[in-house]
């Protein structure tokens, strides 16, 4: 765009910003409100432009949709903003209501009932070790396996009961076996069943659960730092060798790695000796490891 074009464009959303919207726009809003119900209104701001819609889905989860309205509404659609793990898309006519809107919200939620279903599932009956708090929209979970052994999963959205991608974390000796289970047993997997019945029958094991096992039995501390979170990340390298099994974070090992003179780097992978116990280990800078 032309420098003018440019300048046009953003006087004129400042203007709107500071015009306000004529008096029909706030008797429109009111009936709207009214019609579909005070007690879904969970929030609405002074200058009547942001309002937080509640809702609850089919199993009692409370969702909230935020709307931001425009001087010219109805005639422009709002902007909305959902704990959804997928994009919320409205579909709007001038002639379209808060009501419309939140009954669109109500079938958004019905579509994603599954999956919700699964990720509750798997915060309920395993150890979740990553996110901590997780949002609605999250579609991954970090679960135990067992000490210094965990697996992160990825579930699709739009088809939670299908295999979702598995990421294996822990030391190679651990998780190579793991791998060959998921690999040959992957035929084994049943849309009649649930996510983690899948999981279980195909890797043959049982999760830890909150019933059988401590928190802390997960929670090995970084072996450099010596600290379990580092910037929301927990210890996800460790020592491939059986005796020393050493935990580390992935930043924590990299810099370590790197001020050694013995160590050597291609790219983003630096290899080198284990702190603890010398022997060969090698780490690699990215989002996750599998």
Known sequence: LAYMDVLEIALRNKHDLQTPPPPQYYAQLIKEIGNLGWDKLAYMDTEFRTIKLKAEDSAGREHMITIKLKSKYPAEPPDCATDFPVPFVLSWTHESTLENLHSQFLAALDSLKEFWDVMDEIDEKTWVLEPENPARASTTRRIALSNNVSINLEVDPRHPKMLPECCFLGADHVVAPLKNKLNTNMHLWSPECTVLQNLKDILEIDFPSRATHEKS???????????????SAIPDQVCDDPRCGQPFHQECLYEWLRGLPSSRQSFNVIFGECPYCSKPITVKMTSKRC
């Open 217 to 231: 039995s997960f929670s090995m501390e970084c072996g450099i730092c010596y600290a379990y979170r580092l910037s």
